[in-house]
């Protein structure tokens, strides 16, 4: 079990890059419930790989716990889930300074019936996150803009609407 902060910022997606043509790509569903501030998800890794994730927080900087699971256990705690299963695609692209950029390209339909497509950045700490300087491809950042939260999404997205 692994305990630790998570510092991350968060943006829509303009148009995506020729480079998720090559990049790591993995099937993830996933599904969440809440425990007053406390947000636990269980996920599916490309059908093979199985974790549980408790997260707490909101916006940059969250505590978030995250081990290995049985797909046993997995089942019976997705079973449980309130909500709607999250599926996406994730891709995984390098960025400058040893950053990663993941791309979620959500199956369900989200925000007026569309697809969503969002970018995710982790950082080592606040100082980088905070001078980081998005790419072009990189759209509006909703970092903390909690409707873009997956277990949000999970039980409200399909009734979320946005004017973009």
């Known amino acids: 079990m692994q305990t630790h902060f998570e510092i991350e910022r968060k943006f829509l997606i303009k148009f995506l890059p020729d480079a998720v043509n090559c990049a790591e790509k993995h099937k ?11 947000v636990e998800r269980v996920r ?12 707490k927080g ?3 900087k969250r505590i978030e716990t995250e081990f290995e699971i049985s797909k046993k256990d997995y089942d019976a705690v997705l079973n449980k889930c309130a909500g709607k299963i999250i599926e996406k695609e994730r891709f ?12 979620d390209v959500y199956k369900n339909k989200f925000f007026n019936k569309k697809p969503l ?13 905070n001078s980081f300087q998005a790419p ?3 759209g509006e950042e909703v970092t903390f ?3 873009f939260e997956n277990s949000v999404l999970a039980q409200t997205g399909e009734n979320v609407t946005i004017s973009k």
């Open 58 to 60: 909101h916006g940059l």
């Open 92 to 103: 995984k692209i390098s960025l400058e300074d040893n950053l990663v950029a993941e791309i």
């Open 117 to 129: 497509c969002v970018v995710e950045v982790e950082f080592p700490n606040i100082e980088k996150a």
């Open 44 to 55: 599916s890794v490309d059908g093979v790989h199985f974790f549980k994730t408790i997260k």
């Open 28 to 38: 993830i569903v996933q599904a969440y419930s809440r425990v007053g501030d406390e």
């Open 145 to 147: 803009d909690k409707r």
């Open 136 to 138: 072009k491809w990189f």
